[in-house]
């Protein structure tokens, strides 16, 4: 390669890179921002006492500039310290992206990243018959963090990848998914704005064609309230629909998504710190692409002003009873079960002490839980577990919906019926 050809390449890059084309555009009413200024004071507190050092919430943090300058220092340092076998690819790109956004050097986790990756890719090409291009939906949204984290450090050699990658949801044949989506549309959006314009790969367009389809799915999934799939989805939703080149064909009133979620803040929706972290980009104006660019000059720790933020559970004096069934129905499994049992506590109680009461009570109501980025998850009822190559897991219902809050965070009310059943995805 001459000289000259190197010099245009590079000028191309830098020229690209900074395309952050952004659709719409809204913002928190000054009167209401002491709402999402409590929201993150209780997300930053949960670093202090937490096991499990999260790097979406030091994303978070740094996109939205931290008022608790020790938690900050401390889990930037609990994650350059993380040791990358125990992680997914999905929690090692979001550890490099919270590293970077801590202006903290990744050291060798963006290499391995990319080995793992290439691993995938090479798997994924050598597939009998193409097989290995319908990866599963779950398996997309580690993906898209790993393309995203990857695009942010060295996108000239994960453009053959991500391509790769474009294809593979081309040809993925599962269910939608808000959440997932949303990643996918930001990790192409990186690359589309980092891709030569000029290149002969078709790079750009193959890009484009991908996230219109990824677009126009999560524009389908905007409800009349303004939220976007479900309430703890509409945060990712709203970072991919604020960035993308490609605009939805259903209009998309992005001051209204706000407004309909500073409203669920006021009704103490937001209390699971992942959740907090997951939607306090948008409240701020700020998504995952603005990673790289963000200042670390030193600051002064700052006290915001703060309303009285609902409390996390609505205290009462009277006892409740919540009708708890763990079912499981399905094929090849060795145990059936279908077993109901009345539980009293006191009101306001989160369904993690509904599930603790009913195992006191009888044992078949054994229960096992697993500490994810979520909190704590039911794992395991009845000697039953989740398993990762079956697609199964345990769903929770409250009177026949499905929860969109996990056991340690949903607060049943009285006569509830709460069902666990074994299910497959």
Sequence with gaps: MTRITLQLL?????????????????????????????????????????????????????????????????LTHKLMDSDTADLTIGQLALTIMALNSSCQDPGNKVSILQSRMENWASSTTTSPEGRGLNTHVSTFYGLSLAILALCQNHPETTLPIAALFAKSLQNNPTPFNVDTGAVETLALTCMYNKSPIDSENGYRDLFRYVLNNAVQNISMRIQPSGTIGDLYSTGLAMQALSVTPEPPNKEWNCQQTMDSVLNEIKEGKFRNPMSIAQILPSLKGKTYLDVPHVSCSPGHEVQPTLLNHPSRATTSASNITVKYTINN?????????????????????????????????????????????????????????????????????????????????????????????????
């Design 10 to 74: 590079t000028l191309l890059w830098a020229m690209t890179g900074t395309s952050t084309q952004t659709r719409s555009s809204c913002s928190v009413p000054l009167a209401e921002q002491p709402w999402v200024n409590g929201i993150q004071v209780l997300m930053e507190s949960s670093v202090v006492n937490s096991t499990f050092p999260n790097p979406s919430i030091l994303i978070a943090m740094n996109l939205a500039g931290a008022y608790n300058l020790e938690a900050q220092k401390n």
């Design 329 to 425: 129905q399905l094929r090849n499994v060795a145990l059936f079960f279908n077993e109901t049992i009345n539980v009293t506590v006191k009101g306001g109680s989160v369904l993690l002490v509904v599930l603790e009461e009913a195992q006191r009570k009888n044992p078949t109501f054994k229960f096992e839980t697993t500490m994810t980025s979520w909190g704590l998850m039911v794992s395991s009822i009845n000697n039953i577990a989740e398993n990762v190559t079956d697609k199964t897991y345990w769903q929770f219902l409250g009177d026949e919906i499905p929860l969109n809050e996990g056991v340690a965070d949903y607060i049943p009310v009285n006569n509830e019926h709460i069902t666990a059943n074994f299910t497959k995805y």
